[in-house]
């Protein structure tokens, strides 16, 4: 196996068996079994892994591939947001969700995940999520898709 190969390996079987909760607690994990890694390859490495943090009942956590993938897990993530939403709103071909403080990343995935056709892409901060929709887009058919998936949240 190739050192990258065990390194992404290595990765998988620490989220998926321990509870990680940022960057800096798995480089230690990794430290610990050998291997000292750059904070750049360690976020290219998740991302190849397809790897999120989710919020849960004790704050966040990564997932893995799969996990993140599930229909089960998107609906968990749905049911996180519907209660961190705090508002919707569009300026041209840009979208803007407001989040509670820490919810914005989960939001974003939560985005993704849902693969919205005119929604290009996600980019999220602490309470913010930045999206881009397609030129023609229409909003209304946005914020109305988005309310259908998130419920009991009235958006602008």
């Given at each position: 196996?190739?050192?990258?190969n065990?390194?992404?390996?290595?990765?998988?079987?620490?989220?998926n068996?321990?509870?990680?909760?940022?960057q800096?607690?798995l480089a230690?994990?990794?430290?610990?079994?050998?291997?000292?890694?750059?904070?750049?390859?360690?976020?290219?490495?998740?991302?190849?892994?397809?790897?999120?943090?989710?919020?849960?009942?004790?704050?966040?956590?990564y997932?893995?591939?799969?996990?993140?993938?599930?229909t089960?897990?998107?609906k968990?993530?749905?049911?996180?947001i519907?209660?961190?939403?705090?508002?919707?709103?569009?300026?041209?071909?840009?979208?803007?969700?407001?989040?509670?403080?820490?919810?914005?990343?989960?939001?974003?995935?939560?985005?993704?995940?849902?693969?919205?056709?005119?929604?290009?892409?996600?980019?999220?901060?602490?309470?913010?999520?930045?999206?881009?929709?397609?030129?023609?887009?229409?909003?209304?058919?946005?914020?109305?898709?988005l309310?259908?998936k998130?419920?009991?949240?009235?958006?602008?």
């Open positions: 196996m190739s050192n990258k065990y390194r992404l390996q290595l990765i998988k079987e620490l989220i068996g321990e509870r990680i909760e940022s800096e607690n230690e994990r990794l430290k610990d079994k050998g291997l000292t890694l750059t904070q750049a390859t360690l976020s290219r490495d998740l991302k190849l892994l397809n790897a999120a943090k989710v919020a849960d009942d004790s704050g966040y956590r997932v893995i591939g799969e996990r993140v993938r599930s089960a897990h998107q968990e993530c749905l049911r996180e519907a209660g961190a939403l705090v508002s919707l709103d569009f300026a041209g071909n840009m979208g803007v969700i407001k989040t509670k403080i820490g919810y914005a990343g989960s939001a974003a995935l939560a985005v993704d995940k849902l693969n919205i056709p005119d929604i290009l892409g996600t980019i999220a901060g602490d309470d913010t999520v930045f999206f881009v929709m397609r030129d023609e887009s229409r909003k209304d058919a946005i914020s109305a898709y309310s259908g998130i419920p009991e949240k009235e958006n602008k």
